[in-house]
């Protein structure tokens, strides 16, 4: 009954390759997003989408391509993977986008660890 | 845009000391939120903060809200190793701070 399931766990491919991430909630929640986790831990929000309209797309490389089928879910895709791409990758969802009007926040995926050879 | 901005970026503390960790927007906030990421997982929800002012307490960790709305503190009491991890303000626009990483010595 995980509430935020991302696959795969762990990613380790070559320079050039392309990978896809998935992500699936099963919260009912109208928001998701997409953030990366640097070695220093810092997080950084690439994506995010409402009821599978983007809303937010922070200055990423068009490399990366999310996709939402339906509000449930939210793919990433990335061509010609590059070493900087090397990162935790963690998908969240949220039920609103202001959320100051409830008092729930982010809930996170597990993350994937994706390391680029 | 708003940066939220987080100190320190590191703290060490033995078990039973206390720690506090600082978040400062550049702008006001509409709301603050707290998580934590143990090592090796992911971040979870801890609180949210809306009012001006607010202070809510959860156990051994209390929280606040500055009457500006544009900072934020994590107070935790006599630590405990259970409390390893990395602590993250979030502001309003999906910007987090850069984290404290806490370590406890036993």
């Known amino acids: 009954d995980t509430a935020v399931s991302q696959t795969p766990k762990y990613l380790v491919t070559q320079m050039g390759n392309d990978k896809s991430i998935k992500c699936e909630q099963n919260l009912g929640h109208d928001t998701m997003y997409w953030y990366k986790q640097d070695s220093k831990k810092f997080l950084k929000i690439m994506f995010s989408?409402?009821?599978?309209?983007?809303?937010i797309n922070e200055t990423v490389p068009n490399r990366f391509s999310p996709k939402s089928p339906d509000k449930a879910h939210l793919n990433l895709h990335i061509n010609s993977l590059e070493l900087g791409d090397s990162a935790v990758y963690f998908c969240?969802?949220?039920?609103?986008?202001?959320?100051?009007?409830?008092?729930?926040?982010?809930?996170f995926g597990s993350g994937t660890r994706l390391t680029v050879v | 845009g708003q940066q939220v901005m987080q100190i320190p970026q590191y703290q060490h503390v033995q078990e039973g000391e206390d720690f506090t960790t600082y978040c400062n927007s550049s702008?006001?906030?509409?709301?603050i939120q707290w998580y934590k990421q143990r090592p090796g997982g992911h971040p979870v929800f801890l609180i949210q903060l809306v009012k001006s002012g607010e202070v809510k307490k959860q156990k051994r960790l209390t929280f606040q809200f500055g009457e500006a709305k544009k900072n934020s503190s994590l107070h935790i009491t006599a630590t405990q190793t259970t409390d390893v991890g990395t602590y993250f303000c979030a502001g309003t626009n999906k910007t987090f701070g850069e984290g404290t990483q806490l370590t406890v010595n036993p």
């Open positions: 969240a969802s949220s039920q609103g986008i202001q959320m100051w009007k409830t008092n729930y926040g982010y809930t």
């Open positions: 989408y409402n009821n599978k309209e983007l809303i």
């Open positions: 702008t006001t906030l509409s709301n």
